[in-house]
């Protein structure tokens, strides 16, 4: 069982350029998350999905887009880099229903922006 | 909205010492309560949960208590180890299983 699997793991970008994280998970969850990580302030929720077709904001969006169309994967979207979103980047899933469920996170991706 | 607050570290200990570190959080309702543990280079891993007031979460030797009347979820383990160098997360889900993160406490322990 893989659970949560992101790739790339390391990413050096160039000013403007555009690129894909990759997310995918096997355990048929609905809910998928992206998250980014900055020292001193935790991770900050920047896109979720409850399930194929449907995407919603959380608190950091701007600059990135998302879409969801199978239930295994959500893929992340730079659309042009700026070195603000250097950062780690964290993909979540879990199942739905209720607020006690355990939410499986990947590896991370380390995203450096030049 | 909702928010977490954790003690700032780092917290520096030598081995076998009582780790505590402190998490308050505000929302409405009855949110649920979890700490998670970064090791170095790996990602975040689920370390313990409560999911209604007066619950302890309990994993590897840590323990924390849902405490609704003072809304906080401290972190305790009483004899820690070097292998529990880490950086400790605090956080909550209100709704639709989105978590609301504290910003983190690094735990050094010394041998």
């Known amino acids: 069982n893989a659970g949560v699997t992101q790739t790339p793991k390391f990413q050096v970008l160039k000013t403007g350029q555009s690129m894909t994280l990759q997310c995918a998970q096997d355990?048929?969850?609905?809910?998928m998350s992206w998250y980014r990580q900055d020292p001193g302030m935790g991770l900050r929720l920047i896109h979720y999905?409850?399930?194929?077709?449907?995407?919603d904001q959380g608190e950091v969006p701007n600059g990135y887009n998302v879409s969801r169309s199978t239930t295994e994967d959500f893929p992340l979207r730079l659309l042009s880099a700026a070195p603000s979103q250097t950062s780690v980047y964290f993909c979540?899933?879990?199942?739905?229903?209720?607020?006690?469920?355990?939410?499986?996170f990947g590896e991370g991706s380390w995203l450096t922006v030049v | 909205g909702n928010s977490v607050t954790q003690m700032e570290g780092p917290v520096t200990l030598s081995e076998e010492a009582f780790l505590t570190i402190n998490c308050t959080y505000t929302?409405?309702?009855?949110?649920?309560l979890f700490w998670y543990v970064q090791y170095p280079g790996e990602g975040l891993q689920l370390l313990l949960k409560?999911?209604?007031?007066?619950d302890k979460g309990s994993n590897k030797g840590f323990e924390a208590t849902y405490r609704k009347e003072t809304t906080s979820f401290h972190l305790e383990k009483g004899s820690v180890q070097v292998s529990d160098s880490a950086v400790y997360f605090c956080?909550?889900?209100?709704?639709?299983?989105?978590?609301?993160f504290g910003g983190g406490t690094r735990l050094m322990v010394k041998p």
């Open positions: 979540a899933s879990s199942y739905s229903g209720g607020t006690g469920n355990t939410i499986y």
């Open positions: 355990m048929n969850h609905e809910y």
């Open positions: 999905s409850v399930g194929a077709g449907i995407t």
């Open positions: 929302a409405t309702g009855y949110p649920s």
């Open positions: 409560a999911t209604k007031a007066d």
């Open positions: 956080a909550l889900i209100k709704a639709g299983n989105m978590l609301t």
